[in-house]
C-alpha cells in the first residue's frame, strides 16, 4: 500500500532526527529511561562485535581449510560412491558478466587475464561484457577486448546497456538485468545448466571458485538448483599499499562483517560485489530489478530471492575469496575524499531495509520468514505455508 511505503521511507530519517534532541536534553529530563537506551545500545555494540569478530574467525577456518580442495576429485569421490547426479561436471558452464562503466582497459585486461588462466576457461566460461551507451566508445572497447580474448573462453559477448529506459534507474542493476537477460536469450537453448557469476571490473577469483559452483551444482537436486544463490567472502588485497590507513581499516572491517555472515548457520549469507546464481533461479524471479529500488543490486537480488522462493532460498558460501582493489584517488586525500563518495553510495542501500519491512508487514511474507530455513518454525513450513504464496513465482516453491 502506497501509505505504508511512504511511512516506511520516513521512518529511519525520522529516528535519526529524534535522536538528536535526545542525546542533549535526554540525561536531564529523562535519565532513567535515557540510561536505558544508553546502556542497551552499548550492550548491542559488544555483541554484534563479539558475534561479528567469531564469525570471521570460524569463516578464516573454513577458507584455510578449502584452500587446496580439488573440487573435480571430490566430485569424482562422490560418483564413485554411488552418488546420484543427473548433471555431470563437464555439463555445466558459467557465465560471468563483468558490468562496467568507464573502467580503464588495463583493469579489464587483468580481469580477463585472471579467467583466462583458469584450466576450465576454454570449454565451460562464457564471459559477457556488459557496457553501458552512456559510456562513449564502450562498444569499441568491447570489441577490441574480445578480438583479444574470444579464442580463450568457451564464447564471449558484449551487451550495451541502453540510457533512459523508462522506468530504470542509472547503475550497476539495470546493467546486469539487460545482460543476463541477453545472454539467457542467446545461449540457454544451448544449455539449461548454467550458473550466472556477476563480477565487478576490479574482481579476480581464482579457479577454485568455479570448481567449488559446479561441484555444488552437481551435487544438488534439479529442485534445489531453482534456488541455489552462492556468495564469497571479500578481500581487498590487490592494492592495498596504494591507499592510505584510513581507507584499508574501513574497507577491512567492511569485508570482516561480510566474511562473518558467511558462516552463519541460517540462510542469511549476504552476497557482496561478486556473487552467483543459478540461470534457473535467475529466470524464476525475473532477473534483476532495474528501477530506483534496486540499489545495491547485491543485497537487493538475493532479497528478491528470498522473498520470491517464500524464504526457501539456498544460500552456498563459497571459500575462494573475491579479490577486490580499495577505491583510490591518486593522491592521499583524494582516496580518503574517494572512499567517503563510496560510502555515501552503499549508504543508500540501507533502502533495502524499508523493502524488507514493507514485504514483512504483509502477513503472507512474514509467514514465508517464519517458515524459511532462517526459522526455528521451518520445519513446519508446509503448514504455514499453505496457501501463503501471492504470486505465481511463490506458488510454484510452495
Not at 131 to 143: D, I, L, T, W
Not at 237 to 259: C, F, I, K, Y
Not at 321 to 338: D, K, Q
Request: hydrophobic fraction near 45%.
Amino acid at each position: 500500500m502506497l501509505w505504508v511505503k511512504i511511512l516506511v521511507q520516513r521512518v529511519q530519517g525520522t529516528l535519526l532526527w529524534i535522536l538528536l534532541p535526545f542525546a542533549l536534553w535526554g540525561p536531564s529530563h529523562f535519565p532513567v529511561f535515557y540510561a536505558l537506551v544508553f546502556t542497551f545500545h552499548h550492550v548491542m555494540m559488544v555483541v554484534v562485535n563479539v558475534q561479528m569478530t567469531y564469525g570471521f574467525y570460524r569463516s578464516a577456518r573454513m577458507l584455510v581449510s578449502h584452500l587446496k580442495v580439488d573440487w573435480y576429485q571430490k566430485y569424482l569421490q562422490f560418483k564413485e560412491k554411488g552418488h546420484r547426479m543427473d548433471v555431470e561436471f563437464e555439463e555445466v558452464q558459467h557465465v560471468v558478466v563483468i558490468p562496467n562503466y568507464k573502467e580503464a582497459l588495463d583493469t579489464l585486461t587483468d580481469t580477463l587475464d585472471n579467467l583466462a588462466s583458469h584450466r576450465r576457461a576454454r570449454p565451460s566460461y562464457i564471459v559477457v561484457l556488459a557496457m553501458e551507451e552512456a559510456e562513449s566508445g564502450s562498444f569499441e572497447k568491447a570489441s577490441q577486448l574480445m578480438k583479444l580474448y574470444q579464442a580463450s573462453f568457451l564464447d564471449m559477448m558484449c551487451t550495451v546497456h541502453p540510457s533512459n529506459l523508462p522506468g530504470e534507474a542509472r547503475g550497476k542493476s539495470s546493467n546486469v538485468a539487460w545482460a543476463v537477460s541477453q545472454a539467457a536469450n542467446r545461449f540457454c537453448g544451448q544449455n539449461s545448466q548454467m550458473i550466472v557469476t556477476i563480477l565487478d571490473a576490479d574482481i579476480q577469483f581464482s579457479e577454485n571458485y568455479f570448481s567449488q559452483l559446479t561441484h555444488e551444482y552437481c551435487l544438488a537436486s534439479p529442485e534445489e538448483r531453482e534456488r541455489m544463490l552462492f556468495a564469497a567472502p571479500i578481500f581487498f588485497d590487490r592494492n592495498s599499499h596504494e591507499v592510505p590507513g584510513l581507507v584499508r581499516v574501513a574497507d577491512n572491517l567492511w569485508a570482516m562483517a561480510q566474511t562473518a555472515s558467511l558462516s552463519a548457520e541460517n540462510v542469511f549469507k549476504f552476497p557482496c560485489s561478486a556473487y552467483s546464481v543459478t540461470m534457473d533461479l535467475a529466470r524464476f524471479v525475473g532477473y534483476w530489478d532495474s528501477g530506483p529500488e534496486a540499489m545495491g543490486e547485491d543485497l537487493h537480488m538475493f532479497l528478491k530471492c528470498f522473498f520470491a522462493t517464500t524464504g526457501r532460498l539456498i544460500t552456498k558460501p563459497v571459500w575462494s575469496p573475491a579479490r577486490c582493489s580499495n577505491v583510490c584517488g591518486g593522491s592521499y586525500l583524494g582516496s580518503i575524499l574517494s572512499r567517503y563518495s563510496q560510502a555515501k553510495r552503499h549508504l543508500l542501500v540501507s533502502s533495502q531495509v524499508q523493502q524488507c519491512v514493507r514485504r514483512i508487514l504483509s502477513w503472507k511474507h512474514f509467514v514465508a520468514i517464519l517458515a524459511s530455513e532462517a526459522s526455528p518454525l521451518g520445519k513446519h513450513r508446509h503448514q504455514l505455508l499453505s496457501g501463503a504464496a501471492d504470486s505465481p513465482q511463490e506458488q510454484a516453491f510452495v
